[in-house]
């Protein structure tokens, strides 16, 4: 199958994460949902970058510790993670985070990029090509919480990810993606685990792709208590609201004509009283933290961490 130019309308599941106890989430064994997320990141807005706290929808299928929202608004968030992150004694059935939006750059690997009867398209996009990751709500809407702009791309299997990635992505990744895909056969993930999947790296601010970066909606965690709902897209002929599941690609032959339709989506974000979110911390690995007692004890006997190493 030869790479081609797309603008994809990418459906994934839309449900809420909740505690699994009060105050804690544990690392997902079943079906992806959403998490409406809290961490220090950055933003893009009138052409300047701007550092803070900011919240965000978005994939994060390992730990986080939750805050509940005492008055939710309509299709606004319930709950508010914190997420990190430790590792486990075992991948086999952990749920993997992808995409991933956390450190220097976006990655997508892996879901959708097979079914049973062989490879998709979205296993060879070319770059420029854009996703839109979102889900369906009240079945007529599409909200999205990951724009990607496709910039570069690394092949890996179960037999070469370790060495081919090594250098190519951060050890939270590794830890939070690759090592659960590869371990478990829950989720995106198919019985035929040795087969070869593409990392796509997401284009950035600093290096776009004919002006286009990759985004998350997002505002300053100091905007409300309440959070925001998933802003809605309408873009007739490319975006079909009342997709449940699967994808749309919309091919096109030419990133001059996937620009406009990332401007749009972008004008859409913002006209809804969002902003760009470019960035997000990675999520800290509790068990690794010389400081994990500050964490609290709590925090880290649900984890599965050994007791904190003295100062």
Same mark, same amino acid.
């Given at each position: 199958? &030869?790479?081609?130019?797309?603008?994809?309308? *990418?459906?994934?599941?839309?449900?809420?994460?909740?505690?699994?106890?009060?105050? *804690?989430? %544990?690392?997902?064994?079943?079906?992806?949902?959403?998490?409406?997320?809290?961490?220090?990141?950055?933003?893009?807005?009138?052409?300047?970058?701007?550092?803070?706290? !900011? $919240?965000?929808?978005?994939?994060? +299928?390992?730990?986080? $510790?939750?805050?509940? !929202?005492?008055?939710?608004?309509? +299709?606004?968030?319930?709950?508010?993670?914190?997420?990190?992150?430790?590792?486990? @004694?075992?991948?086999?059935?952990?749920?993997?985070?992808?995409?991933?939006?956390?450190?220097?750059?976006?990655?997508?690997?892996?879901?959708?990029?097979?079914?049973?009867? %062989?490879?998709?398209?979205?296993?060879?996009?070319?770059?420029?090509?854009?996703?839109?990751?979102?889900?369906?709500?009240?079945?007529?809407?599409?909200?999205?919480?990951?724009? *990607?702009?496709?910039?570069?791309?690394?092949?890996?299997?179960?037999?070469?990810?370790?060495?081919?990635?090594?250098?190519?992505?951060?050890?939270?990744?590794?830890?939070?993606?690759?090592?659960?895909?590869? @371990?478990?056969?829950? %989720?995106?993930?198919?019985?035929?685990?040795?087969?070869?999947?593409?990392?796509?790296?997401?284009?950035?601010?600093?290096?776009?792709?004919?002006?286009?970066?990759?985004? *998350?909606?997002?505002?300053?965690?100091?905007?409300?208590?309440?959070?925001?709902?998933?802003?809605?897209?309408?873009?007739?002929?490319?975006?079909?609201?009342?997709?449940?599941?699967?994808? #749309?690609?919309?091919? #096109? &032959?030419?990133?001059?004509?996937?620009?406009?339709?990332?401007? +749009?989506?972008?004008?859409?974000?913002?006209?809804?009283?969002?902003?760009?979110? !470019?960035?997000?911390?990675?999520?800290?690995? !509790?068990?690794?933290?010389?400081?994990? &007692?500050?964490?609290?004890?709590?925090?880290?006997?649900?984890?599965?961490?050994?007791?904190? #190493?003295?100062?």
């Amino acid at each position: 199958m &030869q790479d081609r130019l797309c603008f994809v309308q *990418f459906l994934h599941p839309g449900g809420e994460h909740g505690p699994d106890t009060p105050g *804690f989430k %544990g690392w997902t064994r079943g079906w992806h949902k959403r998490k409406y997320l809290r961490s220090t990141g950055s933003v893009f807005v009138d052409g300047h970058m701007h550092q803070g706290e !900011i $919240e965000f929808w978005g994939e994060w +299928e390992a730990q986080s $510790e939750v805050e509940s !929202i005492e008055t939710p608004i309509v +299709e606004g968030p319930h709950w508010i993670h914190r997420p990190f992150w430790s590792p486990p @004694a075992s991948y086999r059935d952990l749920q993997n985070t992808d995409p991933f939006v956390f450190g220097d750059r976006f990655h997508y690997t892996g879901c959708l990029q097979y079914t049973r009867y %062989g490879p998709t398209q979205l296993r060879n996009l070319a770059r420029g090509s854009v996703i839109l990751f979102g889900s369906n709500r009240g079945r007529s809407n599409f909200v999205v919480d990951t724009v *990607f702009v496709v910039a570069d791309h690394v092949d890996h299997s179960l037999r070469d990810y370790k060495r081919t990635l090594d250098g190519v992505v951060s050890e939270t990744y590794a830890a939070v993606t690759l090592a659960p895909w590869y @371990a478990s056969l829950v %989720g995106c993930n198919t019985p035929d685990r040795d087969r070869s999947y593409r990392l796509y790296l997401g284009a950035s601010v600093d290096n776009p792709i004919d002006g286009m970066f990759s985004f *998350f909606p997002c505002w300053p965690a100091s905007a409300s208590t309440q959070g925001f709902a998933r802003p809605s897209l309408r873009i007739p002929g490319v975006i079909t609201p009342t997709m449940t599941q699967n994808k #749309r690609l919309n091919p #096109r &032959q030419s990133i001059g004509a996937i620009t406009p339709l990332w401007d +749009e989506v972008v004008r859409q974000v913002m006209s809804q009283g969002l902003t760009l979110g !470019i960035h997000a911390d990675l999520p800290r690995n !509790i068990c690794a933290d010389a400081d994990a &007692q500050d964490a609290g004890a709590v925090t880290r006997s649900r984890s599965g961490c050994p007791a904190a #190493r003295p100062r």
